[in-house]
């Protein structure tokens, strides 16, 4: 079996891509979740 | 129930995802740059640096959701329920990433984006199951069902572990056999340990995020709960 070789690195790439475009959704949406629940709270805190 | 402050959960949390941006950045060098190609895959062989990280990250959630939701099912504490959330989701995050990494790393190497070989189609299952907890939260109201039923999905969900780790032993098919340290480059070798350090420092960083927010979550609906309808208020 030959090398697939150089040619190929553009799945390299879109492996990384995809990997890190994942992660950093994942992180921002978790962020702005987080924010909101800590408004929620502080917010039915302020009520009670 | 406390809302106040940080909790320890996401001050580690905040410690591993700090730990895990130089290590990260060091292993992306490593992976992309140091470490020689492959001798048969040649460049594409550096998926591996993402793939099987996501494997380990994958793996280390989902033990953390299993052993959550049996302690949960044993002492019923809402912390435990919390933290088999946190799991599961970040093992379906990763265990994703593992899938679509896998695929694009199969069509160069094997001509096909996906084919149904026992590690494969393992892995989609237990990805369906895990993606099964998450629907089955959504659609109960009460979170002592949510949690109880939630931790027999994810203990069911587990079983599915073992058998995709062992699926290229028992049944040998188009998938590789695990490698071993001794059958690999040595610096293959250590590009590949610095990424799995930082992909399990940023689950546990994830792991702890999502934690926090299934606490403030929870606490916001205990104060929502109105006794007297025994439901939300309005």
């Known amino acids: 079996m030959g090398s697939v070789?150089?040619?190929?690195?553009?799945?390299?790439?879109?492996a990384y891509v995809v990997t890190a475009t994942f992660v950093i959704a994942y992180t921002w949406r978790l962020t702005r979740r987080l924010a909101r629940a800590r408004q929620a709270a502080a917010g039915r805190r302020g009520e009670a | 129930?406390?809302?106040?402050?940080?909790?320890?959960?996401?001050?580690?949390?905040?410690?591993?995802?700090?730990?895990?941006?130089?290590?990260?950045?060091?292993?992306?060098?490593?992976?992309?740059?140091?470490?020689?190609?492959?001798?048969?895959?040649?460049?594409?062989?550096?998926?591996?640096?993402?793939?099987?990280?996501s494997w380990i990250a994958t793996a280390l959630a989902y033990i953390v959701g299993f052993v959550c939701s049996v302690l949960y099912l044993a002492r019923r504490r809402p912390t435990l329920d919390y933290m088999a959330q946190a799991g599961v989701e970040v093992g379906v995050l990763f265990n994703t990433t593992g899938l679509i990494t896998g695929s694009i790393w199969g069509r160069p190497t094997w001509g096909v984006w996906w084919t149904w070989d026992p590690r494969l189609t393992?892995?989609?299952?237990?990805?369906?199951?895990?993606?099964?907890?998450?629907?089955?939260?959504?659609?109960?109201?009460?979170?002592e069902a949510r949690g109880r039923v939630g931790?027999?999905?994810?203990?069911m969900g587990f079983l599915t572990v073992p058998i995709v780790y062992f699926s290229v032993r028992w049944w040998r098919t188009l998938h590789q056999v695990q490698s071993s340290p001794n059958t690999v480059d040595h610096s293959m070798v250590i590009?590949?340990?610095?990424?799995?350090?930082?992909?399990a420092l940023g689950a546990c960083y994830l792991m702890s995020r999502r934690y926090e927010v299934a606490r403030l979550e929870a606490a916001v609906e205990l104060l929502d709960f109105d006794p007297e309808t025994e439901g939300r208020r309005g």
Not at chain 2, 122 to 143: E, H, K, N, Q, S
């Open chain 2, 122 to 143: 393992t892995t989609a299952i237990m990805l369906v199951i895990f993606v099964g907890y998450l629907l089955v939260r959504a659609f109960l109201d009460d979170p």
């Open chain 2, 1 to 53: 129930m406390s809302t106040s402050g940080m909790s320890s959960v996401a001050r580690l949390g905040r410690v591993a995802g700090l730990l895990a941006l130089p290590i990260v950045a060091v292993g992306l060098y490593l992976g992309l740059v140091w470490a020689p190609p492959d001798a048969m895959m040649g460049q594409v062989q550096r998926i591996m640096y993402v793939h099987f990280p």
């Open chain 1, 5 to 14: 070789g150089v040619d190929n690195f553009g799945f390299v790439v879109a």
């Open chain 2, 191 to 199: 590009a590949l340990r610095v990424m799995m350090v930082a992909f």
């Open chain 2, 151 to 155: 931790a027999l999905v994810a203990i």
